[in-house]
């Protein structure tokens, strides 16, 4: 059974860092690109980063580059979105998705079949 599981959100001030990290189990990890989104209330769901299958290519929404880094350890069956220097603006619940690799990197949520159950990110000003 296919499962993401988030962890690592919470409430954090402007100007701080949080780590989030997602658990993926029940397939082979290493053959799916794995994709970071975020939802506002009342906004739709919108990308944030995304990594290869090897962890050699990223790419990241332009609100977050800079800030933001994609990361993962396929030993571990885990990626990770560290963020730094966060805004109120970056107040979501936070998802991790994934994707067979073949394709590459995607944007779209539409493109990602597997979804985790998300997490909350806080940023008080």
């Known amino acids: 059974q296919v499962q993401l599981v988030e962890s690592g959100g919470g409430l954090v001030q402007a100007g701080g860092s949080l780590r989030l990290s997602c658990a993926a189990s029940?397939?082979?990890?290493?053959?799916?690109?794995m994709g970071w989104f975020r939802q506002a209330p009342g906004k739709e769901r919108e990308f944030v980063a995304a990594i290869s299958w090897s962890g050699g290519n990223t790419y990241y929404a332009d609100s977050v580059k800079g800030r933001f880094t994609i990361s993962r350890d396929n030993a571990k069956n885990t990626t990770y979105l560290q963020m730094n220097s966060l805004t109120p603006e970056d107040t979501a619940v936070y998802y991790c998705a994934d994707r067979f690799l073949i394709g590459g990197l995607k944007t779209g949520a539409h493109e990602y079949p597997y979804w985790g159950q998300g997490t909350q990110v806080t940023v008080s000003s």
């Open positions: 029940g397939r082979t990890f290493s053959y799916y690109v």
